[in-house]
């Protein structure tokens, strides 16, 4: 059996995605992997860019986006190595990275998944991993508050921590742990908050997540969410509910449906007010605008399928 199989999934990101499979092989060494490339149709010639330059991939062509979970699943059927990592097409890995989280699993048996420190493009420390959301956690996020709800305090920089949930955008887990607790929940589908809810599922069957602080990913965080931000502002906000209400319950999910229309309202308000008083600033007002009318209208059927233009 093999050490790794790396999944990763494309959709029309092909110079990023070039970028990532090239780090991957020039970097990991001493263990025997595959890499695995889910392609949900892409029309910039990524399918064709796989097959000229990396022949050993082994490549899905999806018909249709099938999203994050449903990709990454497809993936994960045909792979056959001991440990399997979803990875994000951009992302740098540094060094022999994926050889060193592979190690730190084989020395401990506890570990059901791992994440390793991201860096931004510029070399800042990027966050990695946090505690599951709760209703107060989710709803004082953007605001000074956060820091009372987050236990984000250590520092990323140095030191191995048993965590809540690591980053999708380079996690590892045991095949023996997938095979225990199911494979990425679809129905978070098309991205955001499927790994959090896997790493849920994962500590609850009593496995441990540790942030690894030695291997490093570069992650080239925006550069797929800026063609499309508000349509990907929207699937984060509904799959927030989503997994409050698989694992919190309806009335904590309804809580904070209600709190989070309320803020949004209030913010809706306020920058109405900004748009008529400071006519200098209104392109700026007005986006915002868009983006919270939007989000009210979400709240309101948070289990709706989100549909626009953007799509």
């Known amino acids: 059996m093999l050490d790794l199989s790396i999944v990763i999934v494309n959709t029309n990101t092909s110079d990023l995605l070039r970028q990532c499979l090239q780090s991957v092989f ?3 060494k001493d263990i025997e992997y595959e890499v695995i490339v889910v392609d949900n149709n892409s029309n910039d010639g990524s399918v064709d860019m796989i097959t000229a330059q990396f022949p050993n991939v082994k490549l899905i062509q999806n018909d249709r986006n099938l999203g994050f979970s449903a990709s990454n699943n497809r993936g994960f059927e045909i792979s056959s190595g001991r440990y399997l990592l979803a990875l ?6 540094v060094g ?9 699993m084989d020395a401990h048996t506890e570990a059901g998944a791992c994440g390793c420190k991201l860096l931004n493009a510029d070399g800042s420390l990027q966050p990695s991993w946090e505690n599951f959301p709760t209703v107060l956690s989710e709803i004082f996020y953007n605001t000074p508050l956060n820091k009372v709800f987050s236990h984000r305090k ?3 920089s140095s030191g191995v921590y048993d965590v809540d949930w690591v980053s999708g955008a380079c996690l590892m887990v045991r095949r023996e742990t997938m095979n ?8 978070f589908s098309p991205i955001y908050s499927e790994e959090t809810d896997w790493c849920y599922r994962i500590k609850a069957n009593g496995w441990k997540i540790y942030y690894l602080p030695e291997p490093q990913v570069i992650h080239l965080w925006g550069q797929t969410t800026k063609r499309k931000p508000t349509w990907f502002f929207l699937q984060l906000q509904r799959n927030k509910y989503l997994f409050l209400r698989k694992h919190k319950g309806f009335i904590r999910a309804e809580l904070y449906r209600c709190l989070r229309f309320g803020t949004c309202a209030a913010g809706f308000v306020m920058t109405l007010f900004q748009y008529v008083v400071r006519p200098a600033a209104r392109d700026d007002s007005k986006s915002i605008l868009e983006r919270n009318y939007a989000l009210l209208k979400l709240l ?10 953007l799509e």
């Not at 994000?88 to 890995?93: E, M, S």
């Open 26 to 28: 020039d970097n990991t």
């Open 88 to 93: 994000n097409p951009d992302t740098v890995v």
């Open 96 to 104: 022999n990275a994926l050889a060193s989280m592979v190690t730190f």
């Open 154 to 156: 250590k520092r990323e």
């Open 180 to 187: 225990e607790v199911g494979v990425f929940d679809e129905r």
């Open 300 to 309: 309101l059927d948070p289990g709706v399928r989100i549909k626009s233009k």
